[in-house]
């Protein structure tokens, strides 16, 4: 079993920065990818950034040029750094993992989600 755990949400003023984490642990043999979702009240889930093991990241096109995520693999943990941030960027912020428990099995995991929330 794998579980992912996720922090560093909260409430920021417009423009302002978040740093999001999301910590996985247990029986991993490796993390091919992991990626941050939002979900926005009324709205339906979006993947907003993907990286892989080998470093390529992907964006969502609203978060171009202020969102970066990067990963630990020595720690298997991933981060969200969050520039600029607009009210519209407010959501819960969930991570998923596609993760390997042996070399042969892999199973995509959920952590329990962050609310972030942009406002004045």
């Known amino acids: 079993q794998v579980q992912l755990v996720e922090s560093g949400g909260g409430l920021v003023q417009p423009g302002g920065s978040l740093r999001l984490s999301c910590a996985a642990s247990?029986?991993?043999?490796?993390?091919?990818?992991m990626d941050w979702y939002r979900q926005a009240p009324g709205k339906q889930r979006e993947l907003v950034a993907t990286i892989t093991d080998s470093g390529s990241t992907n964006y969502a096109d609203s978060v171009k040029g202020r969102f970066n995520i990067s990963r630990d693999n020595a720690k298997n943990t991933v981060y969200l750094q969050m520039n600029n941030l607009k009210p519209e960027d407010t959501a819960v912020y969930s991570c998923?993992?596609?993760?390997?428990?042996?070399?042969?099995?892999?199973?995509?995991?959920w952590g329990q989600g962050t609310q972030v929330t942009v406002s004045s």
């Open positions: 998923n993992a596609d993760v390997g428990t042996t070399r042969w099995l892999r199973y995509s995991y």
């Open positions: 247990g029986s991993i043999f490796n993390i091919y990818r």
